[in-house]
């Protein structure tokens, strides 16, 4: 894999990639490069195979993390744990997304509060969202509609970001860089 950059972080960074494309490792090498950080999961452990990756990831990010659990209120976690010091990483969106899906919450409304939360956080925040648009169209109402409001998400953010990577094969591709 590419090494880091050699340019500091901005203040919002998205990284997309399918599954398996190798984006949440370059997200915690991009973060980790600047010392101690905040990880925001998102993740839930609703069964064994998904514990059993949490504990694999915490494992590779080892104790220069400090872990915070947040698989719902991702707004007003950004607003507590984001300094200026400490970068904040989010992984992922896409499982953010499921689980507002599945807690029936509004969609839009808590896009439109995570896009506002972006704007003016005092500290860099860097976000991981799968890329679910590339593949066939699902063929149920509720598999589109997620990739419909995953897609318009990824968008959303997108357009607040300053620098935004595609991550494929492990190799991460700069789409958008409004970095100063």
């Not at 904040?88 to 896009?115: F, P, Q």
């Not at 509609?145 to 190799?171: E, I, P």
Request: charged letters at 25%; a negative charge.
């Amino acid at each position: 894999m590419t090494d880091d950059p050699p340019f500091p972080l901005p203040p919002v960074t998205l990284i997309l990639g399918g599954a398996r494309s190798g984006k949440s490792a370059f997200s915690e090498r991009l973060v980790a490069a600047r010392g101690p950080a905040v990880f925001l999961a998102t993740a839930e452990a609703g069964d064994d195979e998904m514990a059993e990756r949490i504990r694999r990831h915490k494992e590779r990010r080892g104790d220069q993390w400090t872990t915070v659990e947040e698989p719902l209120e991702l707004a007003g976690a950004l607003r507590r744990h984001c300094r200026k010091v400490r970068p904040v990483l989010v992984d992922c969106l896409t499982l953010w997304l499921g689980n507002i899906m599945a807690a029936g919450r509004d969609v839009e409304k808590e896009t439109e509060a995570l896009s506002g939360a972006l704007d003016g956080l005092p500290g860099p925040v860097v976000l991981v969202a799968n890329e679910v648009g590339l593949g066939i169209v699902p063929d149920n109402a509720l598999a589109r509609a997620f990739r419909d409001h995953a897609g318009r998400l990824n968008q959303k953010v997108a357009t607040a970001a300053d620098r935004v990577y595609f991550v494929a094969a492990g190799l991460p591709t700069v789409l958008k860089d409004e970095v100063q």
